[in-house]
């Protein structure tokens, strides 16, 4: 008979131990192959949800532009304000910084005082990062000047940060300047 069906005295594996063995070998890789398999299910599925969620974020996030903009047509500073977190800063052109709500209320209550605007936003850039995002916008339309009547053509870049504060997306920092 063969060297594996002897008593294994000097080390050498008997034929039992040897299919045990590769029995136990093959099991491990089959292990390690399904692990692998659902490791990559889950990160796609995590990259699926964040997608999902990116795209749920940038549209809240435009739903707000788009409440802005009408807070700024309809010249309505409780809805422009409302839509600031409680810490916000709202740095106008040619004009100091308004931190936190009340002075951003007085800020707009006093821009709306002078102006009407009518304006239209165009995205150019959401970038989210967790609770923060970044978006860049261009606005045009016209300004009517209450002190003379006059209309102008109102042009201007801005750069909003928005926090996301209990699931809402709020005006964290909010910059503009004109164009021409």
Not at 77 to 97: D, H, I, N, Q, R
Not at 139 to 156: C, F, M, R, Y
Request: net charge neutral.
């Amino acid at each position: 008979m063969g060297l594996f069906l002897l008593p294994d005295l000097c080390g050498v594996i008997k034929k039992q131990d040897m299919k045990k063995l590769i029995s136990t070998a093959v099991l491990i890789l089959i292990l390690i192959s399904c692990n692998q398999i659902e490791s990559k299910k889950t990160k796609n599925n995590q990259t699926k949800n964040t997608e999902i969620m990116d795209k749920q974020s940038k549209e809240q996030i435009e739903a707000l532009l788009e409440m802005y903009k009408k807070s700024l047509n309809t010249s309505d500073v409780a809805l422009a304000v409302s839509l600031y977190t409680k810490e916000g800063v709202f740095m106008p052109t040619e004009a100091p910084s308004a931190i936190g709500s009340d002075q951003i209320k007085a800020s707009y209550e006093f821009i709306f005082s002078q102006i009407q605007l009518n304006v239209e936003f165009y995205i150019d850039e959401i970038m989210i990062d967790n609770n923060m995002a970044f978006v860049t916008t261009s606005s045009k339309g016209t300004t009517l000047i209450h002190a003379n009547g006059q209309t102008v053509p109102e042009e201007n870049r801005e750069l909003f940060v928005f926090e996301k504060i209990d699931g809402v997306w709020k005006i964290a920092r909010y910059m503009f300047n004109k164009t021409k």
